[in-house]
């Protein structure tokens, strides 16, 4: 039975070879990163942080195999489609002789209908290389397969939309004058990306778990292996909506840069680039709520004085990921927004869950310390620079004081740029709940002074 179905993926693979599907590529000449957003989780594995206030500019492949948002291992050689500039389509014929600004306005206008394009061929690529066969190969239920695609396939009629809209209103010559209008028009579509992008932790974790049957593995793998899929993984095709999401941002940046004050496109690209912040930030906000609430709902407590309201009101996870004690066990540690919870991952039911390893520490009782290289020794005894016991790198001290509890915690980062990360959210949390606790103060003695104020007059 399973040579039977082993050969029917192979039939689907050399079909999709004969039909010469390609996923997109990126442009050779890329525009600069959106730095108002913090970048988001790789899919690929390196070190373990996850930044969450950043989830729609990073990948969300990290919610299972524990890598962080920041170095990564570089990405294999992939074969790109072939893309070419506007200034190879414009028609010196029809058209008249172009500013240098003006051409770079219209190769980020061109970047745009090329970008859409792209898109709508990777998504049809997802439906057709992968979600299909494996449905008629019976290697995924329906259900499950609905669970992780959601609505992949309503995606694609809405950038159809927005790409015949940029065709009609591109001249003869090849070049257009006014887009500003038809994006004000069409954004408010990419509300619908609300659902998509907060659901893309659980079909992660989903995905992950199915690659552990052999042969959901199988297929997979020979869909990487051949050459429709650009050496690109099904998450990537997955995750193209999100990273297409973030790259509007960039685009009408590079527009607005040379769109002169006096243009006739500037009012509506103005009013474009507020909408598309606007609606990034929001389901920015609605998707780290999402991840916050799917990790909340995996943590298992050993006794019910592990609970902790701080966890149940949390609505930002600011990060997580893996780190190891002093005696080299494996601990995964969350940063909510008002606590830090340390846990062991362990499988329950089939299903990766978080058990509590200690009580929970409020983040403004938390005391932290950045321990120099060749502090610590496994076994968690302090040493001296110079003892002769083994050199131990990249360790940092979390403490926790409360009446008579001390509790002590050194972790291990994978490298030193992933401790500093850890300490720079750490850092940033504090922060954040010394200011909410100043503005709650402030707003306390308002409320107190404002019944004497109203009495004198």
């Known amino acids: 039975m399973e040579n039977i179905c082993y050969r029917a993926i192979t039939f689907y693979v050399m079909v999709l070879q004969n039909h010469q599907l390609e996923p997109s590529s990126k442009r050779v000449?890329?525009?600069?990163?959106?730095?108002?957003?913090?970048?988001?989780?790789?899919?690929?594995?390196?070190?373990?942080?996850?930044?969450?206030?950043?989830?729609?500019?990073?990948?969300?492949?990290?919610?299972?195999?524990?890598?962080?948002?920041?170095?990564?291992?570089?990405?294999?050689?992939?074969?790109?489609?072939?893309?070419?500039?506007?200034?190879?389509?414009?028609?010196?014929?029809?058209?008249?002789?172009?500013?240098?600004?003006?051409?770079?306005?219209?190769?980020?206008?061109?970047?745009?209908?090329?970008?859409e394009q792209d898109l709508i061929e990777d998504l049809k690529l997802a439906k057709k290389a992968y979600r299909d066969p494996m449905l008629k190969l019976s290697i995924m239920t329906e259900h499950e397969l609905n669970q992780i695609f959601f609505t992949l396939d309503s995606l694609i009629p809405l950038h159809e939309d927005l790409l015949s809209r940029l065709r009609e209103a591109r001249k003869p010559d090849g070049s257009t004058d006014h887009v500003?209008?038809?994006?004000?028009?069409?954004?408010?579509?990419?509300?619908?990306?609300?659902?998509?992008?907060?659901?893309?932790?659980?079909?992660?974790?989903?995905l992950d778990h199915k690659k552990q049957d052999h042969r959901v593995h199988d297929f997979l793998q020979r869909c990487l292996e051949s050459p429709f899929s650009r050496k690109l993984d099904l998450w990537s095709f997955l995750d193209i909506p999100r990273s297409r999401l973030v790259k509007y941002p960039l685009l009408l940046r590079e527009m607005l840069k040379h769109t002169s004050n006096d243009h006739p496109d500037r009012q509506h690209l103005d009013e474009a680039m507020n909408m598309i912040q606007s609606i990034v930030?929001?389901?920015?906000?609605?998707?780290?709520?999402?991840?916050?609430?799917?990790?909340?709902?995996?943590?298992?407590?050993?006794?019910?004085?592990?609970?902790?309201?701080?966890?149940?009101?949390?609505?930002?996870?600011?990060?997580?990921?893996?780190?190891?004690?002093?005696?080299?066990?494996?601990?995964?540690?969350?940063?909510?927004?008002?606590?830090?919870?340390?846990?062991?991952?362990?499988?329950?039911?089939?299903?990766?869950?978080?058990?509590?390893?200690?009580?929970p520490i409020p983040v403004r009782d938390l005391e932290w310390e950045d321990l120099q290289d060749a502090e610590v020794r496994l076994g968690g005894s302090i040493r001296g620079a110079f003892s002769h016991s083994e050199r131990i790198k990249n360790f940092f001290r979390v403490v926790f004081r409360s009446g008579g509890q001390l509790q002590t915690h050194c972790f291990q980062a994978s490298d030193a740029f992933n401790k500093q990360q850890w300490l720079n959210c750490i850092r940033q949390a504090k922060e954040a709940v010394w200011s909410a606790e100043c503005g709650a103060a402030q707003t306390a003695c308002q409320d107190r002074a404002r019944p004497q104020h109203d009495a004198q007059h």
């Not at 690929?44 to 942080?49: F, G, Q, S, T």
């Not at 846990?343 to 869950?353: D, F, K, S």
């Open 29 to 115: 000449k890329p525009l600069s990163r959106v730095t108002s957003l913090a970048s988001l989780i790789s899919p690929v594995k390196a070190a373990p942080l996850k930044r969450i206030g950043q989830t729609l500019q990073r990948s969300i492949s990290f919610r299972s195999d524990c890598r962080p948002w920041g170095r990564q291992i570089a990405p294999a050689i992939t074969k790109r489609r072939d893309s070419k500039l506007w200034s190879e389509t414009f028609d010196l014929g029809l058209g008249h002789m172009l500013s240098s600004t003006e051409i770079k306005r219209q190769e980020a206008i061109f970047e745009l209908s090329q970008g």
């Open 180 to 206: 500003g209008h038809i994006l004000v028009d069409w954004l408010p579509c990419l509300e619908t990306y609300n659902s998509y992008c907060s659901n893309q932790v659980a079909a992660k974790a989903l």
């Open 281 to 359: 930030a929001d389901i920015n906000t609605q998707t780290g709520e999402s991840e916050c609430r799917y990790y909340k709902e995996r943590l298992l407590y050993l006794e019910s004085g592990q609970r902790d309201l701080l966890i149940d009101s949390s609505r930002i996870l600011s990060c997580h990921g893996e780190l190891k004690n002093n005696r080299g066990a494996k601990l995964h540690v969350f940063l909510f927004q008002d606590v830090l919870v340390v846990t062991r991952a362990i499988t329950q039911n089939e299903q990766l869950c978080y058990q509590l390893h200690r009580q």
